[in-house]
Nanobody, 123 residues
Framework: VQLQASGGGLVQAGGSLRLSCVAS????????VAWYRQAPEKGREFVAG????????DYADSVKGRFTISRDNTKNTAYLQMNTLKPEDTAVYFC?????????????????WGQGTQVTVSS
């Protein structure tokens, strides 16, 4: 299973970015997808998750109302639309997929990870 994340960059506070995660190697639509992020000298934290069909989503409190996770199973791709970005959103963002159809929250429950894409929000 391979995940390829893209879409990061440098943006001013208040701006937007859309991250993409393209999966290959197994049936994408059977498994949940999550986005995590890791800031310098901090642990990896859950940002958003989406179930296999896309019917269930969940978000970290810090991003609720600003970020939207979605997926297009016909394209084997998940997305993270990030609006009203803040400097504290600066981190490397990773997409991950588990062996479950439902959303899970522990880092250890995700077996497959993308390479990460840097998001930097300037004030």
């Amino acid at each position: 299973v391979q995940l390829q994340a893209s879409g990061g960059g440098l943006v001013q506070a208040g701006g937007s970015l859309r991250l993409s995660c393209v999966a290959s190697g197994r049936t994408f639509s059977w498994y949940a997808v999550a986005w995590y992020r890791q800031a310098p000298e901090k642990g990896r934290e859950f940002v958003a998750g989406i179930s296999d069909s896309g019917s269930d989503t969940d978000y970290a409190d810090s991003v609720k109302g600003r970020f939207t996770i979605s997926r297009d199973n016909t394209k084997n791709t998940a997305y993270l639309q990030m609006n009203t970005l803040k400097p504290e959103d600066t981190a490397v963002y990773f997409c991950a997929t588990s062996d479950f159809g439902r959303i899970t929250y522990g880092v250890s429950s995700y077996d497959y990870w993308g390479q990460g894409t840097q998001v930097t929000v300037s004030s």
